[in-house]
């Protein structure tokens, strides 16, 4: 069972940036992907950005240009790089590491961003 623990969430004025981060108990070297999703309230979890263990990177068309997903696989971390945030951007972000057979999940991180 690996454990995923996300940090780095809070509350940013709208413009203003963030960087998450996700910490493995165990190696990430065997996921197929990685990624980050988010869960609005009242609305269904999305996928925010991932990243294959080919290092093929995928973000959603509401933060391209503005997030930036990276993976250190010696560190067993993931981080996401919040940029230019917009109120519509609030959510709880959680961490998501992917194998065929496996599907691990962290506990989310709120992330609040003012008008």
């Known amino acids: 069972q690996v454990q995923l623990v996300e940090s780095g969430g809070g509350l940013v004025q709208s413009g203003g940036s963030l960087r998450l981060s996700c910490t493995a108990s165990y190696s990430i070297f065997g996921f197929t992907r990685m990624g980050w999703y988010r869960q609005a309230p009242g609305k269904q979890r999305e996928l925010v950005a991932e990243?294959?263990?080919?290092?093929?990177?995928n973000y959603a068309d509401s933060v391209k240009g503005r997030f930036s997903i990276a993976r250190d696989r010696s560190e067993n971390t993931m981080s996401l790089q919040m940029n230019s945030l917009k109120p519509e951007d609030t959510a709880v972000y959680y961490c998501?590491?992917?194998?065929?057979?496996?599907?691990?999940w962290g506990q989310g991180t709120q992330v609040t961003v003012a008008s």
């Open positions: 990243i294959s263990s080919g290092d093929k990177i």
């Open positions: 998501n590491a992917y194998s065929p057979y496996v599907n691990y």
